[in-house]
Each structure stands twice: as structure tokens, then as C-alpha cells.
């Protein structure tokens, strides 16, 4: 069975960390450029990051630049999103998404665009509160 499952979602206070895992199964995400995307209550879906298919590509909405890294272990046919100094109004469902088309790219981040993503996860919730 092909999916994408998120993980490492929770509670966290502002100024704290998380890591988030995109782990893929039935399909290697080797081939494939991932997106992170995330979506806070009554708000739109927006890109909040992306990391080509070697990893030596990636791109990050302004917001998260210098607080978010995203990174990538093929051999264990995962992704990840470390989130430092977590603020509030990052407060939102995350979800990974692979394409084997998706062109990472700063606009592609801006507008939240999701032509050529084949496969989503369902969402790890983050929420930053005291």
C-alpha cells in the first residue's frame, strides 16, 4: 500500500523545537521531491518547504527561513522538518507531500502551489502554546 505518514506532531511552548518525519511506504521516495505544507485553522493551505530529490535543493517560505530545515535519508525512505524557536502562529496541521513532478521552487513555496504532487499524508497536528 502506497502512503505517506507524518509524525512527531504535539504540543509544544513558543521558542521550543519539534522534528517532524515524512516516512514513505510502497513506493522510494528517491525518486521523488517532497513539500511541506501546513494549514491553521480557518486558513488556506500554504508551502512552508521543499527538498529535491538528492537533497541539495531546498527552499523555505520567508516565515520559517532560519527556523526550519528540512532534510532527507533516502535509505530510510524518509523526510524531515526540524522547526526551532516554534512561535504560535505556527500553530498547524503539517502535511508532506511527494512528487515525482513537483518543481521546488521559491514560487512554487509562495503560492502553495500543488501541480505535480502524486501522494499526501494525512497530518501531524503542531501546536505552540504556553
Known amino acids: 500500500q502506497v502512503q505517506l505518514v507524518e509524525s512527531g506532531g504535539g504540543l509544544v511552548q513558543p521558542g521550543g523545537s519539534l522534528k517532524l518525519s515524512c516516512a514513505a511506504s510502497?513506493?522510494?521516495?528517491?525518486?521523488?521531491?517532497i513539500g511541506w505544507f501546513r494549514q491553521a485553522p480557518g486558513k488556506e493551505r500554504e508551502g512552508v518547504s521543499c527538498?529535491?530529490?538528492?537533497?541539495?535543493?531546498?527552499r523555505y517560505t520567508d516565515s520559517v527561513k532560519g527556523r526550519f530545515t528540512v532534510s532527507r535519508d533516502n535509505g530510510k525512505n524518509t523526510v524531515y522538518l526540524q522547526m526551532n524557536s516554534l512561535k504560535p502562529e505556527d500553530t498547524a496541521v503539517y502535511y508532506c507531500?511527494?512528487?515525482?513532478?513537483?518543481?521546488?521552487?521559491?514560487?512554487?513555496?509562495?503560492?502553495?502551489?500543488?501541480?505535480?504532487?502524486?501522494?499526501w499524508g494525512k497530518g501531524t497536528l503542531v501546536t505552540v502554546s504556553s
Open positions: 527538498i529535491s530529490r538528492s537533497g541539495s535543493s531546498t
Open positions: 507531500a511527494a512528487g515525482a513532478y513537483y518543481a521546488c521552487s521559491d514560487s512554487a513555496i509562495r503560492t502553495g502551489g500543488t501541480a505535480g504532487m502524486d501522494y
Open positions: 510502497g513506493f522510494t521516495l528517491d525518486y521523488y521531491t
